[in-house]
């Protein structure tokens, strides 16, 4: 076992009791050990006990003899992270520190993202370190001391309501409500009246009078979500209510007077709705004073780790039995999906993932994707925001042909770093550097595979 280790480039510390493993681990705190049932003294199991549970707590591979899967399953209901039974392959051996060590990388990376996280400080239920989220949160910090109309974009599931709940958070409004209107869920003839509200007998079945969100949202915020699907009769009335600050609820002539700020919000090309006449040109400028962007899961690379973590945590506790960690192929693979549904299907996928693993960890076949990871773009495909201003358009595009190169060559090279570093011509550790930068996984360390018989 040493020697098959220490030729794949570990340091090996031995102990050979339970008192000489417990001291081992107090004064040399390695990060895997390898141990087991059957050890004098404390035994193996009490031994896994005493080590496991604290937070700079080492992974522990239990070694148990043929035939004893009780005795394995006890030790992972204990916090063991895996088990070989003996006789074991040296390859198998291998493989099993291996997955354990990328787990320790996978670990650190993401206690370094959590802690930048809390450098960034806290966005209320957003999370994101990734450089298009830092940039989206310094949108919402200026145009929340701005008591201006804005527009949010994005594909569905990137979390425009959560970004229009934190702008009216931040914003001089914050103690005043926070109402949403979905101009998609409900019938034309029942949005003016949810909108605008209505007097007693307005129409058959108005027994009461009625106030509409507009009402409710005075001193506040109203989101108005879905607003690209907004008819054209009640397109034109909201315009009238945002050049007036006031509208009649149906069947009254008494104007209501109202003191509400608009965030409107749309996955639709409101440009072309335009060109079709779909939509109107004046309440457009009306609503973009300010227009946020809020960017796909696919392009925040550095945010899925973070993320899929975060909703791990967040259903442990419906799910106590449930597995405890990613593997790290699991992240591999969570990283080359393409997440057409964004950060809403990350969020489902975990959930789904926790109720199907039988394990400790998540692997890959627990996952319910929608599609096949998305095949690597090619350099000669880029494209950039040229809108950008020029140092930044360029900075753009150099960084995402240098994640395209390195995803290739990765993927070339079968995830290995060092051979990636040498088919791109850089240092294996400036090869690194650049991986956590741009937000890119893969096996990051593993060597050649040797022959059983060395």
Known sequence: MRKVLERAGFDVLEAT??????ESVRRDAPEIVLLDVNIPGPDGLEVLRRISGGPDAPLVIMITAYGSERMAAEA????????????????????????AAETIELRRETLRLRAELERLGSYGEILGVS??????????????????????????????????????????????????MNCAA?????????????????????????????????????????????????QAKVLRVLQESAFEPLGSVEP????????????????????????????????????IVLPPLRDRGEDIALLAEHFLELFRARYPDGPRRFAPSTVRLLHRYHWPGNVRELKHVVESALVLAAGPEILPEHLSLEQE????????????????????????????????????????????????????????????SKMRRLGIRRDASAPPTRREDE
């Not at 009791?17 to 417990?22: M, N, R, Y």
């Not at 204990?78 to 291998?94: F, H, S, T, V």
């Open 17 to 22: 009791d339970g008192p000489g493993a417990l």
């Open 76 to 99: 992972i209901k204990q916090g063991a992270y895996d088990y070989i039974p003996k006789p074991y392959e040296l390859e198998e051996l291998r493989a099993a520190v291996r997955r």
């Open 131 to 180: 450089a298009p989220m830092r940039r989206v949160f310094a949108q919402i910090d200026k145009v929340s001391q701005a008591d201006v109309t804005v527009l949010i974009r994005g594909e569905s599931g990137t979390g425009k309501e959560m970004a229009a709940r934190e702008i009216h958070r931040r914003s001089a409004r914050r103690d005043g409500p926070f109402i949403v």
């Open 186 to 234: 409900m019938p034309e003839t029942l949005v003016e009246s949810e909108l605008f509200g209505h007097a007693k007998g307005a129409f058959t079945g108005a027994d009461t009078n009625r106030i509409g969100k507009f009402q409710a949202a005075d001193g506040g915020t109203l989101m108005l979500d879905e607003v690209g699907d907004m008819s054209p009769g009640t």
């Open 256 to 291: 209501v007077r109202v003191n509400v700020r608009i965030i409107s919000a749309t996955n639709q090309d409101l440009e072309r709705g335009i060109e079709n006449e779909e939509f109107r040109r004046d309440l457009y400028h009306r609503l973009k004073v300010v227009e």
């Open 373 to 432: 990871p998305a095949a690597a773009v090619a350099p000669e495909a880029i494209r950039t925001d040229l809108s950008l201003p020029y140092k930044e358009a360029r900075q753009a595009l150099l960084e995402e042909f240098d994640r395209r190169a390195i995803e290739r060559a990765l993927d070339a090279c079968d995830g290995n770093v060092s051979h990636a570093a040498e088919r791109l011509d850089m240092y294996r550790q400036s090869l690194q």
